[in-house]
């Protein structure tokens, strides 16, 4: 915004915000505890490297303007030079503080209104730039970031030295940089592998058969029966342990024959029927 737009009201307001962001970086690393010291130190110049540099151009660039001060404080604050603006820097500045408007109350109230930005405060001298500059994007501030914390972390590595190469063992893989010392065979050599392979038959006897055992007999007399296999031994019958008793038997006896049945407990009305007007009676 400070590139494209060098009259803003606010570019030393935007200058600062730049110079904290590069300083609360440099904290970050100085607190952080995962990064090793030598890095952390180059890391922490970096970033106020960076941050020194958006605070010196609100001096050298707004010598006029009304938070210079706050610059000039915070580079004495990291032990930096400030440097001196240039005749021409601080005329060109004050003409441009000398032509604001100070905002006033209608102004504010018709902002609201009004669609569109409030240029009261704007810079009405000095010519604004024609060359659009080069956009700054949030990937590309990343991308530099990554760029700064390798460059640190690489800078820790002593460098590998040249022209010292280990030749390849005999069962290691060959490498590009250096080819293996072991000769490769392609062929046999022609007086051959000085390897050769006999088989070897059993002797046989006159008008006896081939032996396929290739003369490999077996271990132990010949006449060896094997036992056959034994017959499981039978099941045990199962047999009741508890007798029965005769006043059990007699109890089960007594309990499958049917009581008899006394005519004279039992009710009349079960043995005599009813006849005449007693039919009606339910009772």
Do not use: W
């Not at 590069?22 to 180059?42: D, F, K, L, M, N």
């Not at 930096?80 to 441009?96: G, H, I, K, W």
């Not at 060359?131 to 820790?156: G, H, V, Y």
């Amino acid at each position: 915004m400070v590139d494209t737009y060098p009259l803003y009201s606010k570019s030393d307001l935007a200058l600062l915000g730049i110079g904290d962001a590069y300083a609360g970086e440099a904290h970050s690393v100085q607190i952080s505890t995962r990064i090793p010291g030598a890095t952390r130190e180059r890391l922490m110049a970096v970033y106020q490297d960076k941050a020194a540099q958006a605070y010196a151009r609100v001096i050298t660039r707004y010598p006029m303007a009304p938070h210079v001060e706050d610059a000039r404080d915070r580079l004495v604050a990291m032990n930096r030079p400030v440097p001196e603006p240039s005749d021409a820097a601080v005329a060109e500045s004050d003409a441009e503080e000398r032509s604001r408007a100070k905002l006033q109350f209608t102004d504010t109230f018709l902002g609201v209104i009004r669609h569109g930005p409030t240029v009261v405060e704007a810079v009405h001298v000095g010519e604004p730039s024609l060359d659009d500059p080069k956009r700054t994007l949030a990937p590309e501030i990343t991308k530099e970031n990554i760029a700064m914390f390798t460059d640190a972390m690489s800078a820790n590595k002593p460098p590998a030295p040249a022209g010292i190469v280990s030749p390849t063992n005999a069962n290691e893989p060959t490498r590009s940089d250096q080819p293996s010392t072991v000769p490769l065979q392609m062929a046999p050599p022609s007086g051959g592998t000085g390897v050769s392979a006999e088989i070897v038959s059993a002797p046989q006897g006159n008008g006896a058969p081939p032996d396929t055992s290739a003369g490999l007999k077996a271990v132990g007399p010949d006449n060896t029966v094997v036992p056959g296999a034994e017959k499981p031994a039978e099941a045990p019958i199962p047999v009741n342990e508890v007798k029965s008793t005769g006043a059990t038997a007699t109890a089960l006896d007594d309990k499958s024959k049917k009581p008899k049945v006394d005519s004279k407990e039992e009710s009349d009305s079960k043995k005599k029927k009813k006849k005449g007007l007693a039919k009606l009676n339910p009772f």
